[in-house]
């Protein structure tokens, strides 16, 4: 398809548990079908949705969050990432106003800042003509927030969605169509521990989705209600100053990583990517970083690689630095227990052991401070520490709304370890990290 034009939409809904995640997917599968270039982006913190991005569109997803970085930065990010696709699909994230306080940080800020047109999904599995009131209430709410259209999901078929159709054209928001109930577009439940990307089942959900989309949703509608202009912003020309070597671990036990860290860490240096899973040695590096990931299910494999476990102690000791990130702290500990209770030995770097017994969500973002530093990201995991036998560094750390929160951060000579996801897409905090976690002034 040939098109002189670009587009970019923010898919959001009214909750959580809406659809969003599998039409967003579907969506990206069928433009893609008609030969567009997509580039994929995710609202908020999370990584698992933008690895599915990923994984369909060929481009790397890159979050978009105002509480992490700031405005001028998520207008670069999308700026510079728009400019070799066709369409932009921003996931949102929760529901459309949620954000960490009130409506900040929400999909609808998102949408604001980057005048991105909004498509709101709507289970509409258990309604009919209420939902007229639903979307005429969300499209009102903020008009600055701009509600262009609609797509219903889990509809029970055709005369069902005229009732939708009638309740979007008296809430003056244009209706695209529908998806109907499907099995095959039920996930399970996402949380760590579970991985999708390696299931059968997400592929095909995702190609019963896009097949759907193709029959029941007018693409071409989107598009013309989509019609976009990217915002010019004078993006930073970013360059590689730096001869560092940073060797990142990525397999599918470790495989949470911003990709705009990924993007700051080149700038410093020579990336280098290897796998804790199946490699015998790390590549020749200055500093080695453990990204969080699912080492919960491949524990026997990683405890089993006594080759990888010596290497990266004998790096450390050799003075070598390590960052790791929720699994990868997991991995610097002595052990990981499982639920069975059987307790897997990883590389003992620190006396810790953290355990999936007696598993609880912790989450929120955080912000932490260190030797004058300011850094955010967020927190989102199951297992616990046991045996806190050895000193955490005296950082603080707070949550969105400036509350101390209990996020160590085990810190020795040569390494950072915590359950803390930091984000350092922004100028200057990659750099700022690295210095602190070297002792050296790049």
């Not at 730096?242 to 060797?247: C, D, I, K, V």
């Amino acid at each position: 398809m040939k098109r002189n034009m670009q587009n970019s939409f923010l898919i959001a809904a009214p909750s959580s548990n809406s659809g969003k995640t599998i039409i967003t997917l579907g969506l990206i599968q069928a433009l893609k079908n008609k030969g567009l270039k997509i580039q994929p982006f995710k609202c908020g913190p999370d990584y698992i949705d933008p690895i599915h991005h990923t994984e369909i569109a060929g481009k790397s997803s890159y979050n978009l969050d105002v509480w992490m970085s700031d405005e001028q930065h998520v207008k670069e990010v999308f700026s510079g990432k728009m400019e070799s696709a066709d369409v932009g699909i921003v996931e949102g994230v929760m529901g459309l106003f949620d954000g960490a306080k009130r409506d900040k940080g929400s999909s609808a800020e998102i949408a604001q800042i980057l005048n991105l047109p909004v498509i709101l999904i709507v289970n509409a599995a258990a309604t009919a003509y209420s939902v007229a009131p639903l979307l005429y209430g969300f499209k009102n709410f903020n008009p600055k927030v701009n509600i262009q259209g609609v797509i219903f999901n889990r509809v029970s078929g055709e005369s069902h969605y005229q009732f939708l159709k009638e309740a979007a054209e008296d809430a003056q928001v244009t209706s695209l169509g529908y998806v109907p109930k499907n099995e095959k577009l039920t996930l399970e439940s996402r949380h760590l521990g579970l991985s999708l990307t390696q299931s059968s089942d997400m592929k095909a959900a995702v190609d019963c989705s896009a097949e759907l989309i193709e029959k029941h949703v007018d693409l071409e509608k989107l598009l013309r209600i989509s019609d976009y202009k990217v915002q010019s912003v004078n993006t930073k020309q970013w360059e590689n100053t730096g001869s560092l070597r940073f060797a990142v671990a990525c397999d599918e036990a470790f495989n949470f990583m911003y990709p705009a860290n990924i993007d700051r860490l080149k700038e410093l240096g020579e990336v280098l990517f290897f796998s804790p899973l199946r490699d015998k040695t790390i590549p020749d590096a200055d500093l080695v970083w453990l990204p969080g990931g699912y080492p919960e299910l491949f524990a026997k494999e990683l405890s089993e690689n006594t080759a990888m476990i010596e290497a990266i102690k004998q790096f450390e000791r050799n003075g070598g630095k390590i960052v790791a990130e929720c699994g990868g702290m997991m991995y610097l500990g002595k052990g990981l227990e499982l639920q069975e209770n059987s307790i897997h030995r990883m590389t003992g770097i620190f006396s810790y052991v953290t355990s999936l017994n007696n598993m609880k969500l912790k989450l929120g973002y955080r912000l932490v401070e260190a030797n004058g530093y300011q850094f955010k990201g967020h927190e989102f995991h199951y297992s616990s520490l046991e045996l806190r036998a050895c000193e955490a560094a005296s950082y603080v750390a707070k949550s969105a709304r400036g509350k101390e929160v209990d996020m160590p951060i085990f810190k020795c000579k040569n390494c950072w370890s915590s359950y803390f996801h930091i984000y350092l897409g922004q100028a200057n905090k990659m750099k700022q990290f690295i210095e602190l976690v070297t002792n050296k002034t790049l």
